[in-house]
DNA sequence: GTCTATAGGTGGATAGAC
DNA sequence: GTCTATCCACCTATAGAC
């Protein structure tokens, strides 16, 4: 907290690494190298490597608020929730690297944090379920368990998203952002929602 | 291809390990000590420690695929489109380590081979295309494009499981379940399916 | 088919001087 | 706040004898 200034410029040029190679890509050594210090420097920031990338992390979940946060601009529940999945994918596509670390990777639960970080950041969590409620009391969807629904809109976008960034659906991007619009709109359906969508 | 029997008894201890350590787990130093012999022994079976890896990943294809079969001694369509969905959880949860290497991981598409791997071994995505395929012909479901629809319920049933998997969702694994199972119901009523689903 | 010896590489981290 | 000097643990893999 004291000296931010230098923090910073770690987190920076560390975050840059990350983007390149994951996880992985985050070496004390190679960031030092980078940044024209030796890697013990790097020690005086943070504590560890895994504090760093820990740090890192921590950007990543902002980050990807920021995007959920955009579609709080549209007019209507409907839209707003539409455009929440439309930002969840745009960050998972932007971001792929953090979007694998924060939700496709296991973390065995670190007992430090106070367990607030359950249900992945429930911030953004609780962000879909209100949208859902949203929806529900403007009459726009049928739902009797707000979270539950989130879970299944949460899982299917996930397993959209996960299952491409993974290289398993043999598909280009555009492509799979339809297959993406269109498979959404199906499970809504079973939200009483009629699919009648979006432009894109 | 000569001296199969080694070969065997190397995969089994390998896979033992991989099983408690995932990837990272197999060391050939770590194996060889396990077995009694030297880390260099191993080679005159394998190639190299990624050979080791990817037969363990192709054994997991077919262990995959034989419990996504006994799905098929169901009587009906639609029951055995339900018992598929089960049977995925079922390997799932009892080899998350597979799994986690089959679906969660990015491999970047090796050109050797052929390209037939796409679709994540198309084997077991060809398997849920029937199952779909076999209950619209019943009448069971309604769906226009087969492939889409399977994808929909692929990438739904792999967000539930990747995500819990992967430790995001506070639940333990019996309300994991039967939210699994509520989940996909919700999701068989946008194609038309009715959810009156099975017993459990 | 297995061994010894060994080369060569990656990485994180501590101690203590400047 | 940064340095040097190390230490340590871990790993894959080659060469050549038995």
Redesign the pocket.
Known sequence: M??GL?RERILVEAGELFLAGGPEG?????L?ARM??????L???FD???DLLGAIVEEGHAVFLRYLNRSLAEATPAARLLAAGRQYLLFALEHPRRYAVMFMEHVPQPPEKKGANAWADAATFRFLVDRIRECAAAGVLTVEDPEAAALSVWAHVHGLVSLFLAGKLPVDRTAFESLYDESIQRLMRGFGGGGKGGSR
């Open positions: 004291a000296a230098a985050v070496t004390m050594r190679g030092a024209g210090v030796t890697p013990m420097a020690y005086r920031h560890s490597r895994d």
